[in-house]
């Protein structure tokens, strides 16, 4: 099994140094919020004006890059995977303006995105990919579940992005 957490304290050292804005995501985050939930990859979000520089550095750590695109990059060293997601502008100022501190199950206290923003990236990669609905329904359930979740803001996300009806379906 991959200790993620000796992954995180290696980049968090890297963010730290270069100044880079980030907050956990994926199963990670879920199980800060409380989900227990197993997960085979640590999930980053991060500002998308470092992407050159995270994904120099990852090869450098021998990380190999297996897909990269503006919005995303994975990352696999042995079993270690790194996921990124790169977030810019407007969203990035929101995302971790946003983020709280929490404990994570690696041991360190990190700043996770709100469960707002969780559930948005949550609905639009089961939008793009639809074959996710199986292991993302039940975490986008629980975020939508959690005492003082704004509904109404993911609601309008989701109705902005044509998801009205896969909100529908989980909101109930």
Do not use: W
Request: glycine share 6%.
């Amino acid at each position: 099994m991959p200790d993620y957490g000796a992954v995180l304290r290696e980049l968090l050292q890297f963010f730290e140094r270069e100044k880079i804005r980030y907050a956990l995501g994926g199963g990670f985050a879920l199980q800060a919020l409380g989900r227990s939930r197993l997960t085979f990859d640590l999930d980053l979000i991060v500002d998308g004006s470092a992407q050159d520089r995270i994904v120099r550095h990852m090869e450098e750590i021998g990380f190999e890059t297996l897909n990269r695109i503006s919005s995303f990059s994975n990352h696999l060293r042995a079993k270690e995977r790194v996921d990124f997601l790169y977030i810019y502008d407007d969203t990035a100022e929101r995302v971790f303006s946003g983020a709280t501190l929490r404990d994570s199950t690696a041991g360190i206290r990190l700043p996770v995105a709100r469960p707002e923003h969780l559930a948005m990236m949550k609905f639009l990669a089961v939008k793009n990919e639809p074959q996710r609905d199986r292991q993302d329904l039940p975490d986008l359930a629980f975020l939508m579940s959690l005492p003082g979740i704004n509904r109404a803001e993911v609601r309008e996300y989701c109705e902005r992005h044509g998801m009205l009806k896969l909100f529908d379906e989980v909101a109930r």
